[in-house]
């Protein structure tokens, strides 16, 4: 038995655009075989999720990569003001 087809939730979306870039974004959907609709979705959406991706990422130079692997490997001693904090925290938050 074949499962019903959910429906994803949607919001709408209106925007207005100079006529030039309409028209292009119109040619580039049929070009692409896809609606207007489809073409917004699918490019809007893969771009959102490369911003948001970039924004939640970080990334680092090999150099920096190598010194956080030993930080993590081989941390050092905490200073005074780190004692501090954790002694302030410990005393701020309770033990589950």
């Given at each position: 038995?074949?499962?019903?087809?959910?429906?994803?939730?949607?919001?709408?979306?209106?925007?207005?655009?100079?006529?030039?870039?309409?028209?292009?974004?119109?040619?580039?959907?049929?070009?692409?075989?896809?609606?207007?609709?489809?073409y917004l979705i699918a490019t809007a959406g893969e771009d959102a999720r490369r911003v948001?991706?970039?924004?939640?990422?970080?990334?680092?130079?090999?150099?920096?990569?190598?010194?956080?692997?030993?930080?993590?490997?081989?941390?050092?001693?905490?200073?005074?003001?780190?004692?501090?904090?954790?002694?302030?925290?410990?005393?701020?938050?309770?033990?589950?």
């Open positions: 038995m074949p499962k019903p087809h959910i429906e994803a939730e949607t919001a709408r979306l209106e925007a207005r655009v100079p006529v030039q870039v309409y028209d292009q974004m119109q040619r580039a959907a049929r070009l692409r075989g896809m609606t207007l609709t489809g948001v991706e970039d924004a939640d990422i970080m990334r680092l130079a090999r150099e920096d990569q190598i010194r956080f692997a030993e930080a993590l490997i081989n941390p050092p001693q905490p200073n005074a003001r780190l004692a501090r904090a954790a002694k302030r925290h410990a005393e701020l938050i309770e033990r589950r």
